[in-house]
């Protein structure tokens, strides 16, 4: 929008202020008018004069939409640099991405409550409901916890932050997750897993001092492995999943980082991850709203209908191993974009060590609920899924000392809990 002085300037800047030129003028409009084309050209004037504003209008209009970004600005570094303040002596400043996600949001408030910096970022894609992004991203904000909007491909932002604040850490959230949705749309997993990882990557090899990195993969990883329970050294190089492809792309891309530019990388490999603000796709969610809604459920099954199953692990347990793993990160090595010496390289399997079949998680939810599921049962088509997951983590447990404490009975009653409240059920009529 043009400003008030030059909009003014615009509508008096009409021919004929003073008295003398006024007279002139008068005369010479006299003049003008006297002819018929001569007034057709002044109107043809006029009209080419408005048009002409009200396009430049228009430009400017848009050139401050394309331009306007959510990131930027004297008050947005502000808040970026407030919420960067560590509180705790050798405390960490760290980089969430993904902050407004499920285990973003648990991770950064975990953080916070240590007194810890941390600065959020989240792009509140649609991939499921933004309402539930924007209601973690409300509670993260009372605990003056600033979020970004923006994305991981988005290099420019990236660097402004890393200019602002001196990250020693980097919490890797952002991703596509998802196992079957990768059928629908297999670019966005290319877009926040593969393209965002790289642009990620770059900006924290560039930093000065780099972060060291913590970031998010997945048990699908393991693909058709049966060798169980899975550990870290079992065969990943037969994914299922585009998803689960992309995360062991990440974890080949985070390893050249480590070798070229000696960035410390900690990959974590999380194990349906279940719980209070959980993710609305995952199955846990979606089964208990429509048990809730009395609407049907599919439950899948393997081969000769053997069920499937899956190492649950609950919100906190990961937490733990989150904390754990920023806590005994060592620094990255590189300086000034180049490597100094070796740097730590390590891969964690997070899981709770004891896998539940669908039915009996189902099971679980129909007692939480007071409520029987109306359930489909077909056969697992091929969708990327696996028929179970196990995890074996005496490595995370040795060098994390992690050690998962919450079994699926009372997880899911937590999240059952959390459920009815943000849904606006009442507690007393559900859960036992
Ligand atoms: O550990 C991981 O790395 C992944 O965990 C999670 O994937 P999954 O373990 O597949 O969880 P989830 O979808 O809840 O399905 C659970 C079970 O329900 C079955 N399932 C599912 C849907 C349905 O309608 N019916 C059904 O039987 C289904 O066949 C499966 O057996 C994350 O979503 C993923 O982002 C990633 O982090």
Not at 80 to 102: D, E
Not at 117 to 137: E, H, M, Q, S
Not at 260 to 284: C, E, H, K, N, Q
Not at 365 to 384: S, V
């Amino acid at each position: 929008m043009p400003s008030l002085a030059e909009e003014e300037l615009f509508l008096t800047s009409k021919p004929g202020k003073s008295k003398d030129k006024s007279h002139t003028m008068h005369r010479h409009f006299h003049r003008c008018f006297a002819s018929t084309s001569t007034m057709f050209l002044w109107a043809l004037f006029l009209v080419a004069l408005t048009a002409s504003y009200l396009s430049f209008q228009s430009f400017v209009d848009n050139s401050s939409k394309y331009l306007s970004t959510a990131w930027g600005g004297i008050q947005w570094e502000k808040q970026v640099r407030a919420s960067a303040q560590i509180h705790r002596t050798n405390g960490f400043s760290v980089l969430v991405t993904g902050a407004a996600g499920f285990v973003g949001t648990h991770v950064s408030l975990a953080l916070k409550k240590r007194g810890d910096g941390i600065v959020g970022l989240d792009n509140f894609n649609n991939y499921y409901d933004p309402t539930l992004k924007k209601a973690r991203k409300s509670i993260l904000n009372s605990h003056n916890i600033f979020i970004v909007e923006g994305d991981i491909n988005d290099a420019r932002m990236l660097a402004k932050l890393f200019d602002i604040v001196a990250f020693t850490h980097v919490m890797h959230l952002a991703a596509q997750a998802g196992v079957r949705y990768a059928m629908k749309n297999p670019n966005s997993y290319v877009h926040s897993n593969i393209a965002g990882l790289v642009t990620l990557l770059e900006e924290c090899k560039n930093a000065n001092p780099q972060p060291a990195i913590v970031w998010a993969s997945s048990s699908s990883v393991y693909g058709l492995n049966e060798k169980v329970p899975f550990s870290e050294s079992d065969r990943t190089d037969q994914p299922a999943s585009l998803y689960a492809a992309t995360k062991k792309a990440g974890e080949e891309i985070t390893h050249t980082y480590n070798h070229i530019y000696g960035l410390s990388v900690t990959g974590l490999r999380f194990f349906t991850v279940y719980g209070p603000w959980g993710r609305p796709d995952m199955a846990y969610f979606s089964f208990t709203r429509n048990i809730l809604q009395g609407k049907p459920i599919t439950i899948y099954r393997g081969k000769n209908r053997v069920d499937l199953a899956r190492d649950f692990t609950y919100i906190d347990d990961i937490v733990k191993g989150c904390m754990a793993s920023l806590d005994t990160a060592k620094n990255s090595t590189g300086s000034g974009g180049k490597k100094q010496g070796p740097a730590q390289y390590r891969i964690f399997n997070l899981g709770n060590t004891s896998p539940v079949t669908v039915p009996m998680m189902v099971g679980i939810l129909e007692k939480h609920l007071k409520n029987k599921a109306k359930k489909n049962f077909i056969e697992m088509p091929g969708n990327g899924d696996v028929p179970f997951t196990h995890a074996n983590i005496s490595s995370a447990r040795t060098e994390l000392g992690y050690k998962p404490t919450t079994d699926l009975q009372t997880g899911l009653k937590k999240f059952v809990r959390w459920y009815l409240s943000y849904s606006g059920y009442n507690h007393d009529k559900f859960v036992m």
